[in-house]
């Protein structure tokens, strides 16, 4: 951890250059907290986690060789000091605990303030294992009173089905008689409403949340 009259220091991970710029200018404007690196993907972010050693990852969901909630189940075993914060355009409860799930500190949607995630980062350097995020409790009443599970169209569970069994894109939509973009949305809503990255986490999503069979996917 950094002494209390150091600058927190902080590694950002998206793989848009604008989002990153913005997140540095509101970090630079806090005073306290010093962005010493930048990376696009995983790869670039394990590399500049290993070099910098910072006290903050913060890190996008959707990245272009994996997805945040991976690459922070990955960081939290090997450096449990460090605080995470994942970034996301999908702030539904699912991805909330699915970040909580992976070892992150906090979890704040990317329409929210910079202010946020600025308090977010302090929050992990100093607390790095304590979860934060907006409405977390809203979050835990929804979970403990909705129906098992997130609510999937007819045409979503068959691609799940399809997902589970190993199928690709293009077979879907052949199995299916749908276009392959049309099967491509389908599996985006998918992932999106079990706050999944990759179709790996979309499986093991369904099968904890009763919507598929364990057996099926062995």
Known sequence: MTSATANLR?????DHQLIREGLRRAFDRAG???VVG???????????L???????????VRLPDGDGITLTTQVRA???????????????????FAALD??????????????????????????????TARDLAGAMQRRMSAPAGPKLSPRER?????????????QIARRLYISESTAKTHVANIY?????????????????????DDAKRR
């Open 192 to 212: 999106e409403k079990l706050g999944a990255g990759n179709r790996a986490q979309a499986v093991m999503a369904a099968v904890r949340l009763g919507l598929v």
């Open 32 to 34: 306290d907290i010093e």
């Open 78 to 96: 090997n450096n449990p000091a460090m605080g995470i914060v994942v970034l996301t355009m999908y702030a539904g409860d699912e991805q909330v």
């Open 10 to 14: 902080v590694v950002l991970v998206d």
């Open 38 to 48: 930048e990376a696009a993907s995983v790869a670039d972010a394990l590399n500049a």
């Open 50 to 60: 290993e070099r910098l050693r910072p006290d903050v990852l913060v890190t996008d």
């Open 102 to 131: 992976a070892g992150a500190s906090g979890f704040v949607g990317k329409d929210a303030p910079a202010e946020e995630v600025v308090a977010a980062a302090r929050h992990a350097a100093a607390n790095p294992r304590a979860f």
């Open 158 to 170: 068959e691609v799940l089905d399809l997902l589970v069994d190993g199928l690709a894109i293009a």
